[in-house]
Every structure is written in C-alpha cells, then in structure tokens.
C-alpha cells in the first residue's frame, strides 16, 4: 500500500498538507476560541450584573488549580494518536476519545489504512470532518431547537428539579465512569480519602478554605496518590496510557 | 418565614415567565457567538477536506477512499453524537441554550464543564441551580468554564507545535507519570465534587446514588457484546434515571428546605 509510493512524492505531498493544516488549523482554533470567550466577556461588560473582576479571577483560579494538569497532559497524551493536524480539530470539536478516536480508527481499518501513516492520517482527518459534520448537525437541530422548544413546553416545576439536581445525577455517574475507565484502584481509594478528610473535617475547622476544597483534593491526591502508585516490574512501559 | 414566603412567591412568579437566569443565558448575543463556534468548525472542515484531496494523489490514496472516510467517521459519530444530545438537553435548564451548545456540545465535555460551573459557582457562595443561582452567578460560571476551555486551546495551540518540531522528546517522560498523576488528578476533582453534593439535602444523596447505580450497571451490562452501545449512552441514560429519582423524592417533600 503505502509502501509502493514512499519518497519525495509523497513527502511533498504531505509537507503542502501538514502545512496548510497547520497555519489553517491554527488560526481557526483562535478564532474558536474568540467567539467562546466573546459570550462571557459581553456578559461581564455589557450586561450590568455588577460582576468585579476579583469574583473572576477567584473563580478562574479555583477552576485552574483542579484542572490545570488536565489541560497540559491531554494535548500530550492525543498527539501521538491524532498527529498535528487533527489536533486543531479535536481540541475544539471535544468528546475526543468517545467519538474522535473511535471515527477515526474505524475509519482507518476500513480503507486498510494505518495510523501513523500518510495514508492513514488523512483517513483521520477526513473521519473527524464526518464526525464533525454530523455532530455539528445533530446538536443544532436536536439541541439548538428541538431542546429549546422542550424547555419552553416541560412544566416549570420539573425544570426547577432539573436544574437543582442535575449536578449530583451528572457526577454520580461521572465517578462511576472514572473508577472503571481508568483503573487506578489506589488513586481512586486515596482520592476518597482525602476528599472526605477535606470536605468533612478541613471545611468544617477553616470555612474561607471552602473555595478551594477541590484544587486541594486534587492536588493531595495527586502527591499521595503518586507515592502509592502500583510500581510496575520493569521500566515499566507497560504502564502508558491506555487507547482504544 | 417572611423570606421563606417571599422566594415562594418570587419562583411561582418566575415559573410564569422563562427564570431570570435562562432569560439571560439565551439572549441572542450569546446565540450569535454559539453559532460562530459552529460556523468556525464547519470552515475548518471544509479547509482540511480540501488539503486533504489534494495530498491523496501523492500518498497512493483515491478519491473514493477520502469520501469512505468521511462517510465512516460520520456514521461512526452518529451514536456518540445522539449520546451528547440527550447530556446537552439535561443541562439547558441550568445554562441555557447557546452555553451548553458550544460547552458541553463542542469544546468542552459535560464532566468538565459541570465539574468547573459548579467549582466557580462555590467562589461566589452561590449553589449551581439553587435559590442562589442568579444572573450574576451565571455570568461569572460561563466566564471561568470558558476560561477553562480556553486553556485546553491555548495549550494545544502551544504544544502542537513544539511536539511536531521537538520529534517526540515529551512523550519520552516517564510513562507512569503519564497515566497516574492525570487519573489521580481526574478522580480527586469528580470524587470531591461528587461527595460535596452529599450534605446539601437527602434528594441529592438519593440523586448521586441512583445515577452511580446506573451508570455502574450500564457499564457492566456493556461487557455484552450486543450491549456495547451502553458504553456511551451510559452517562445520558444515568443521569435521566438519577433527574427521575430526584423529581420523585422531591415532590415527596425531601427537597432542601426554603
């Protein structure tokens, strides 16, 4: 396959994709991310909520110190699988390893391609324009205005439940999703630990630390959770992250 | 009592007319930058199809094989995609239409984006969905989501780069540093915002539980290998269930109080 036609042809071909890509893929993302800060700013500024911007910073900040190693680790942990030019794609689409990766990889298989490839890449690429397409589609027809008429018609007293109880349905589930897809049995025990030490003993003895409580658990477990961590025999290389 | 009465009186009033909060989430504004989100990944898409056809000939790869790529990916997205829309829809009486579009539908995910509403809610004092879920909250939730989302952009944006030029140097780091401290970090956020719902009222125990139930019983029930599609339609169904449970013991006066 992609054997029969390796050498300056095909370096050529895929240098002009990877770099048009590249510069493209760049600039739109920028441009994602202006118009999604662009609704919150207007919000801030011009609707008269009175909101200062120490109330921002601290919220920001709070949402950082959980989350900052997140976003550092999965640009690191999809390149391999996406190459650069899906990056731009995948960063600003989301729900990328339950819908990207699989599109992709079935994608794949299917014209006998493989990753890594040129061949291969371009399938990526060409999955994730699909994937794109149906899940742009899907949301504003399903979500947009289907789900916009629903809210309109449900009766008032169940949206009110809704909207004081879906944060618990939503992280029950998430916890669950997290302990089995992962599969870190000591962090997930240590992460109990420390969350209820935190919440229940910590909160309670200093209240103005109930702001952070979660950057602290976070970053506790993170510590503690490193230092118990399942030393594998080996190098252990047999410990990289697990892709479908 | 008075205050108790007053917010009686205010949410009967409000029930009427769309919550000050929803009124202000879905101004047409927000619409108009939701809608640039989805216009700059259809650009997108149509740039990269184009420099991928034209790169096809020099890789040994037909034209026929770029449209069943396409074609694959877009079916492939069809049953995640439908999975996000049923999440999306629990979550427009919290943030609103054009919010959750372009949050829980495109950049982000719904486990990050609640996990970092209801984080930023907590700065203020404020309860996510609560009595005290007001249009500034709201403002100030969608301002650090956003933030956050932005960051996972600007850190693509940073390291793709250098990832391409650097070969593959980063990915050399230690590999257990890689897996643990990630799964540690994930399961210390959702594990502690999970248990913070849990003195709030009985209703949201019983909510957090049932979702927990049955998001463990879709993802055992998805070892059948008919059943696979339960592994993505898991979380939509979970939290349905766990929103049905909550009406139920709601309405049956377990809800917090005031």
């Excluded at chain 1, 919220?59 to 390149?79: H, K, N, Q, R, S």
Aim: with cysteine; aromatic share 8%.
């Amino acid at each position: 396959m992609t054997a029969t036609l390796t050498g300056p042809q095909t370096a050529a071909g895929m240098g002009e994709f990877e770099r048009t890509t590249s510069r493209w893929g760049r600039l739109t993302m920028i441009a994602g991310l202006v118009f999604s800060l662009a609704g919150p700013l207007y919000l801030v500024f011009f609707a008269d909520l009175g909101v200062t911007a120490t109330q921002l910073f601290t919220a920001f900040a709070a949402v950082a110190g959980t989350f900052f190693v997140i976003w550092l680790v999965e640009p690191l942990t999809y390149f391999p699988i996406l190459g650069s030019a899906s990056m731009y794609q995948a960063f600003m689409i989301g729900n990328i390893s339950n819908k990207l990766l699989p599109a992709a990889l079935i994608a794949q298989s299917s014209i006998g391609a493989k990753p890594g490839t040129p061949r291969g890449s371009l399938a990526a690429v060409m999955a994730i324009c699909g994937a794109a397409a149906v899940h742009l589609v899907s949301l504003f027809v399903f979500v947009g205005l289907l789900g916009t008429w629903l809210i309109s018609v449900i009766p008032p007293d169940v949206t009110e439940v809704v909207r004081i109880y879906v944060l618990p349905s939503v992280m029950g589930a998430v916890i669950i999703q997290a302990i089995v897809s992962l599969k870190q049995v000591r962090a997930t025990i240590v992460a109990f630990v420390v969350a209820v030490l935190v919440l229940f003993v910590l909160v309670p003895l200093v209240p103005s630390l109930a702001m952070v409580a979660t950057a602290i658990v976070v970053l506790t477990t993170l510590v503690i959770g490193w230092f118990v961590r399942k030393r594998e025999a080996g190098a252990g290389q047999d410990a990289t992250p697990e892709v479908p | 009592m008075i205050p108790t009465t007053a917010l009686a009186t205010a949410s009967t009033a409000a029930a009427a007319e769309p919550s000050p909060v929803l009124a202000l989430a879905n101004t047409p504004v927000l619409w108009i930058c939701a809608l640039g989100v989805f216009l700059v990944v259809a650009v997108q898409s149509v740039i990269y199809m184009k420099a991928a056809r034209k790169a096809a000939p020099a890789v040994g790869m037909t034209p026929q094989e770029l449209r069943t790529s396409f074609r694959t990916g877009a079916i492939a997205a069809v049953g995640p995609s439908l999975a996000v829309v049923l999440v999306a829809i629990a979550l427009l009486a919290l943030f609103g239409t054009p919010a959750t579009l372009v949050r829980i539908g495109l950049i982000g995910s719904v486990s990050f984006e609640t996990a970092a509403a209801s984080i930023a809610a907590g700065t203020t004092g404020a309860e996510l969905g609560g009595p005290t879920y007001t249009p500034q909250v709201f403002a100030i939730v969608f301002f650090a989501m956003s933030m956050g989302g932005a960051m996972w952009m600007l850190a693509t944006l940073i390291l793709t780069p250098l990832l391409q030029r650097g070969g593959h140097k980063l990915e050399k780091v230690n590999p257990a540093l890689m897996t643990v401290v990630p799964a540690a970090a994930l399961l210390g956020a959702f594990i502690s915002l999970g248990l913070a719902e849990v003195p709030k009222s009985p209703v949201h125990v019983i909510t957090l539980l049932t979702s927990a139930a049955v998001m463990g019983l879709c993802l055992v029930l998805a070892r059948v290998p008919g059943l696979r599609w339960l592994r993505e339609w898991g979380l939509g169904i979970a939290i349905l269930v766990g929103l049905t449970a909550a009406y139920l013991a709601h309405s049956a006066g377990l809800g917090p109080v005031g």
